[in-house]
C-alpha cells in the first residue's frame, strides 16, 4: 500500500503526476474530467494517468474513471467556528460518502480548548479508520474569517476571536502535520467545486456569527490579492443603516448573522414578555412549527440576503448561490420567499438557490489538506 505522505511528495514527481494525484485523492474521475478539474491538457493527464497505472498507484481503463488504489496515511478537514467544531477525516481513495465526521458543541469562545477537543476526536476517527496517530497525512482548517495569502493573517482583522496563529497552534498539536489554512465560505465553494459543480459563477455564503462569501469562477476559486474576494456579509444592504465593524455602514453580516438574527427576536418577544429563543436552532424550531414572529424574522434575514445578492449579481452574474452555516436550515424554509424576492430583478431571474450540508465546509477543509492550497 502506498504512503499517503510519498504520493504527494513534490521532490519525486513532476508537477502534472502531482497534481493529477492530488484530484484524484479530491474524487475519482474521468480522464476529461480531471482535465476540467487540474487545468491540464487531456494530452498531459493522460500521460501522468499512465504513469500512474504504471506505477500501481491507480486503476481504471481508457473510457472507465480513474480512481487512487488505497494508501495509508489519513486526510483530515476540521472546521472551526465561534460555537463549534467539526472534524473530518478519510483515507485518500475512499470517496466524499464515506468521510468520518465528528461535530463538537465547542468553539473559539472556548479559548484554546476546541483544539483538545478536536485533537481526541481526530485520534478518534483515525482510529475508526483503523489507523494510528503517525497516519495523519494532511489537514486542513476552515476559519470564519477571510485568510490573506501572503502571511495567512485574518483579512481585514474581524474584532471577535480571530487568531492569525491558528493553524501554526494546530500544527504544533499535530507533530510533523504542515496545516493548511483557509476562510470556510472559501472551503465550502471548494466543496460544492468539488463535489457538485455545473456552474460558470457560484457564490457559497457562510452565516454563522460571521456572513463570508467564496467565489468560484469558471474551473477556478477567486481569492483575491488579499483573500477578501466574496465578501457579501460587507455589501450594503441599507445605506444609512447600523455602522459595521469594517468602517461601512448597514452591512448585511449586521442584519443576517445568527447574533444578528437572535438579537432582534429577542427585542420583539421580550416586549410581548415571552421568552425569546435561546438559540438559531431553537429559532428554526419555532418557525417550523409555525410561530409567525419566528417565520418573519428568517423572511426578514432572506430578504436583506436576496438584496446584496441582487446587487452582486449585477457585476459577478452569479449563476448559482449555496448557503451554509447555521441560518441555512432557517432560510431554507423560506427558500419560495427568498426566491420570490431574487425573481423580481433581471439581474438575480435565474439564479440558482441551494442549501449546503451542514458539514460543508470541513469537507472542502479536507480537500484543502490534500491539494495544499488554494489558488
Ligand atoms: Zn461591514
Redesign the pocket.
Known amino acids: 500500500m502506498h504512503e499517503t505522505r510519498d504520493l504527494l511528495d513534490p521532490e519525486t514527481r513532476s508537477d502534472s503526476v502531482l497534481q493529477v494525484i492530488r484530484a484524484l485523492m479530491c474524487r475519482s474521475g474521468l480522464r476529461t474530467e480531471l482535465a476540467r478539474r487540474t487545468g491540464l491538457s487531456i494530452a498531459s493527464v493522460s500521460t501522468a494517468v499512465q504513469k500512474l497505472l504504471d506505477d500501481g498507484i491507480a486503476h481504471g481503463g481508457k473510457k472507465e474513471p480513474v480512481a487512487l488504489l488505497p494508501a495509508q496515511g489519513v486526510a483530515v478537514g476540521i472546521q472551526v467556528g465561534t460555537r463549534q467544531v467539526t472534524v473530518a477525516a478519510r483515507l485518500p481513495h475512499w470517496p466524499r460518502d464515506q468521510v468520518r465526521l465528528l461535530p463538537l458543541a465547542q468553539g473559539l469562545r472556548d479559548g484554546g480548548a476546541w483544539i483538545d477537543a478536536a485533537a481526541v476526536a481526530v485520534a478518534d476517527l483515525v482510529g475508526s479508520i483503523g489507523r494510528g496517530p503517525g497516519d495523519i497525512a494532511t489537514m486542513g482548517l476552515a476559519v470564519p474569517w477571510s485568510v490573506d495569502p501572503r502571511d495567512l493573517t485574518p483579512s481585514p482583522p474581524a474584532p471577535w476571536f480571530a487568531a492569525p496563529d491558528l493553524h501554526r497552534r494546530l500544527s504544533a498539536r499535530f507533530g510533523p502535520v504542515k496545516v493548511v489554512v483557509d476562510a470556510d465560505a472559501r472551503l465550502g465553494a471548494l466543496n460544492e467545486q468539488t463535489y457538485h459543480h455545473p456552474f460558470e459563477t457560484l457564490l457559497y455564503v457562510e452565516i454563522a456569527e460571521h456572513v463570508l462569501g467564496g467565489l468560484v469562477i469558471g474551473p477556478r476559486m477567486l481569492r483575491g490579492a488579499l483573500g477578501r474576494a466574496g465578501s457579501i ?2 455589501h450594503s444592504v441599507e445605506p444609512v443603516g447600523l455602522d ?5 455602514r448597514g ?1 448585511l ?2 442584519y443576517i448573522s445568527v447574533p444578528a438574527v437572535l438579537e432582534g427576536m429577542y427585542v420583539s418577544t421580550r416586549a410581548r414578555g415571552e421568552e425569546p429563543p435561546a438559540s438559531i436552532g431553537d429559532l428554526i424550531e419555532r418557525a417550523r412549527n409555525g410561530d409567525p414572529d419566528c417565520r418573519w424574522a428568517l423572511i426578514a434575514a432572506a430578504r436583506k440576503l436576496a438584496r446584496a445578492l441582487r446587487e452582486s449579481a449585477v457585476t459577478l452574474e452569479t449563476q448559482a448561490v449555496v448557503l451554509g452555516g447555521p441560518l441555512a436550515p432557517g432560510l431554507r424554509l423560506v427558500a419560495a420567499d427568498c426566491e420570490q424576492e431574487l425573481r423580481r430583478s433581471p439581474w438575480t431571474r435565474h439564479m440558482e438557490l441551494r442549501f449546503a450540508q451542514p458539514d460543508a465546509a470541513a469537507h472542502g477543509a479536507l480537500i484543502l489538506g490534500l491539494i495544499g492550497h488554494l489558488r
Do not use: L
Open positions: 456579509g460587507h459595521c465593524w469594517c468602517g461601512k452591512c453580516e449586521r
